[in-house]
């Protein structure tokens, strides 16, 4: 039987990677002009990382979680998402001790095991950014600011901020205990996650996708209420930074994102052409979260964010972005005589970073031409007997189809003006 891919686990191939690069390109310059710095953590961890930071209760650790067992009898698990690992790493090589903000950045793939469908994938993509070690709400701000500057060099329009604050260690037993007593008789109807959510952890019964428990989520109370002053206070002063800089959002009392971890900000940027998947990115603040992995109290507070890049690049696609893919030129030597000023002229020109591809010698003029436009090359460049004799080309320009003879030398700065 022919052995194909795991279910939601998929091939990456050229026509997919050219738009991963260059999601990846753009946020690495975001991320560089932002100060931050890429940490690289192992792709499987101790099982117990993911349950004590995201979370027993959640979705992520209790249903989709790619678990086994070492040849030693350890639990690891490959990692669902990647902020409890730098917060491990953070913890583990004292990163506090650094000076200013622990700025850190990652790009890589996570495993959970979800239902596959459009945008969401059991193998999928992250890029993302934590900064560890304050807590004003100017570094929230900036991380949004920084969003909005990706979402802008990525093309993408339409995407929209939502926003909420969820609270702190200290409010949220009030709110659990108001949970519990507004879900009291109807509990019963619900189902077998929220029963036992309702008891362990409240909170996460506002996860619950099961439709026939809607109606009765719709009527629980929200957060708001309960905020403690702290909380309340880093909200109002985020909003106010993001209005003075032109910041736009909306406030969803419902959003709670469902990790364990959040403290405080929460926020996503929704897209209205990704469907059921319309979360583009998600985040938020965690603060405490370093500490129960270890860390002592000057460690201090985190926030950040993971983005979709599955889901960026299917929403830079709707945006109409085009990814630069393809050769700038194909050279066409058209007999081996000439292989020698060709070969001489494309190491040249890729020393320049002018992407190049070879025809082969000998082959019919037209079917070289041919393999150039489905290359979707901007040029060929033909060099016979006579151009070789004369150390030129002959540079024809496949959208217009204009052709002209140039100099060998002139060759780099004529494709260079004809790319730029
Ligand atoms: P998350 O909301 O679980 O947060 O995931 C972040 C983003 O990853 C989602 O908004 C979505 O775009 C993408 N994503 C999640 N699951 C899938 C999937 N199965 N297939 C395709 N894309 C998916 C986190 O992971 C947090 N670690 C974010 C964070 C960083 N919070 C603070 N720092």
Redesign the pocket.
Known sequence: MKIVSVKGMRDLLPADTAWFQRLEQAAREVFAAYNFDEIRTPIVEPTELFTRSVGEDTD?VGKEMYTFADRDGASLTLRP???ASVARAYVEHRLWDRPGLSKLYYMGPMF?R?RPQK????Q?Y?I?A?VLGGNAPVIDFELLAMLRLLLERCGIQDAELVLNSVGCADDRPAYHAALREALGARLPEMCADCQRRAQTNPLRVLDCKVPADQPIIATLPTLESFLDDKCREHFAQLRQLLDANGIAYRVDPRLV???DYYTSTAF?FQHGALGA?N??????R?DGLTQALGAPAQAGGG??????A??FVLAMQASGVVPSTGPVAVLVPLTDAELTLVLHLAEKLRREHIRVELAEPGRKLSRSLELASKLQARYAVIVGPDEAAASAVQLKDLNGGAQERVSGEALLDRLRQGVA
């Open positions: 992520i998402e990647a902020t959970r979800e945008g969401r994938y059991r999928f992250q993302g934590e994102r469902g990790l996503e998947q979360a583009l990115l998600g985040g938020g965690y926030i950040g964010f993971a983005l979709g599955d889901r």
